[in-house]
């Protein structure tokens, strides 16, 4: 697809979700979370206030709940459907550093906590305003430092997400600040017709597993103008568990375009992508001081068809490693030779990636393309591609079209092209 095609395609995704989702959030009821008995003193907690307000709203079909002047300490609310959370600028929305307020339940088919906001199998529901939701996750990063595989999808050892849509249809979140969550911060599970607009996605940047954004299992989801600076993942596309017994859905058909990533992990698709991902487009990022750029990841244990996937306008200043596209999560390289295996549901397979008009400089690696020995990475394009680096380029078990692709190595050679692979240059 063309430049010129990609963006017609985005503006007519953005355009749908603008018309669907908008309109039917715009109307309805205002329930003005002081009014049910809110203190937003930062230090009484307001959490039935804010869910009386919500569920009023719901029980008149809808409307809007405002969280206006001050700070909304709470434990977990549920948004409803046809509800739309404004927080207003100078407000916040902060969670209960109270452990105990978090139930643990199943969630992502594992273990986990309620978030602080969710919504599950609602329709029409938003967050919107210029305020804050703030998870104050700090003491639950300092247990996770210290705790084994606390990171992991599906392990006992977790911790709670700070905003979940679990199987919702049309989502708009838009103009707020997302930050401190003790785990990852905004998260459509299952869910579709998502638009993600406006908004600033933040942590420290030693903080673990805070990604930004991962739409998991998600489709039709527009992410636009996003500025994330966070401890983990800037953008994680997710599809399934480690070892997942399946069946799981692909994230597909998602946009993301004119986002700002400083510090962070850079954008993902994967590690944890057993049910696959396809027609994802990012177009106009700008990354600086990331940890990798355009990264894509899987092993064995955690793959499917990844494919249709591009990558477009793309600026890169002093980024650890530029482009990483690897089936060998979470090493980069293998160690040794490494032999071929039987294919299996959970095999790895990437192919269709266009990476395009891309720019990196002062980075530390320009990066790989690895693939399995039984599963190849396939039919990747990259055009118009110059990264300054200290180390260059590997590429092995892979298939690599390449049009004034010039990578300038302070160390080493610029490409290192392995007998597995094939690259050809014009």
Avoid at 24 to 29: C, E, I, T, V, Y
Wanted: some cysteine.
């Amino acid at each position: 697809m063309n430049r010129l095609s990609v963006r017609s395609a985005i503006a007519v995704s953005v355009a749908i979700l603008i018309t669907v989702t908008v309109p039917a959030m715009a109307s309805g009821k205002v329930c003005d979370a002081r009014a049910y008995g809110a203190k937003a003193d930062g230090a009484t907690k307001d959490t039935q206030a804010i869910q009386a307000a919500i569920d009023d709203c719901a029980k008149a079909g809808g409307g809007t709940v405002k969280l206006f002047r001050g700070t909304f300490l709470s434990a977990p609310i549920v948004l409803k459907s046809n509800i739309t959370l404004d927080i207003a600028v100078g407000t916040t929305l902060l969670g209960s550093s109270d452990h105990d307020d978090y139930p643990k339940k199943t969630e992502f088919r594992g273990p986990g906590y309620q978030s602080l906001v969710s919504a599950t199998n609602a329709e029409h529901v938003s967050i919107t305003g210029g305020g804050i939701i703030d998870g104050a996750g700090a003491s639950w990063w300092k247990i996770a430092r210290s705790t084994k595989n606390s990171g992991v999808l599906g392990s006992e050892n977790t911790r709670p997400r700070l905003v979940v849509f679990d199987h919702c249809k049309h989502v708009l979140v838009e103009g707020v600040t997302i930050q401190n969550s003790p785990y990852w911060q905004l998260v459509p599970y299952y869910s579709d017709d998502v638009k993600i607009h406006n908004i600033k996605v933040l942590a420290d940047i030693h903080s673990p597993n805070t990604d930004a954004i991962d739409p998991f299992s998600s489709s039709n989801v527009v992410i636009d103008h996003v500025y994330a600076d966070v401890g983990d993942d800037d953008i994680a596309i997710k599809s399934g568990m480690i070892n997942s017994p399946g069946p799981d859905d692909p994230s597909k058909n998602i946009t993301i375009t004119d986002c700002e990533f400083e510090h962070g992990h850079g954008l993902s698709i994967g590690s944890e992508i057993a049910g696959g991902a396809q027609n994802i487009h990012a177009a106009r990022i700008h990354f600086k001081d990331t940890d990798n750029g355009i990264r894509i990841k899987a092993n064995r244990d955690r793959g499917a068809d990844v494919s249709n996937i591009s990558f477009r306008d793309i600026t890169m200043e002093g980024v650890k490693t530029s482009v990483l596209i690897s089936e060998y999560y979470p090493k980069v390289l293998p160690e040794g030779e490494v032999a071929a295996e039987p294919v299996q549901r959970l095999t790895p397979f990437f192919h269709d990636i266009t990476i395009e008009n891309l720019r990196s400089v002062d980075s530390g690696w320009a990066g790989v393309v690895i693939g399995l020995p039984e599963s190849p990475v396939k039919d990747v394009v990259m055009k118009n591609v110059e990264i300054q680096a200290t180390k260059g380029m590997t590429i092995a078990y892979a298939t690599v079209d390449a049009t004034n692709l010039k990578v300038t190595a302070a160390d080493g050679n610029s490409i290192a092209v392995f007998p597995s692979a094939k690259v050809t240059t014009k």
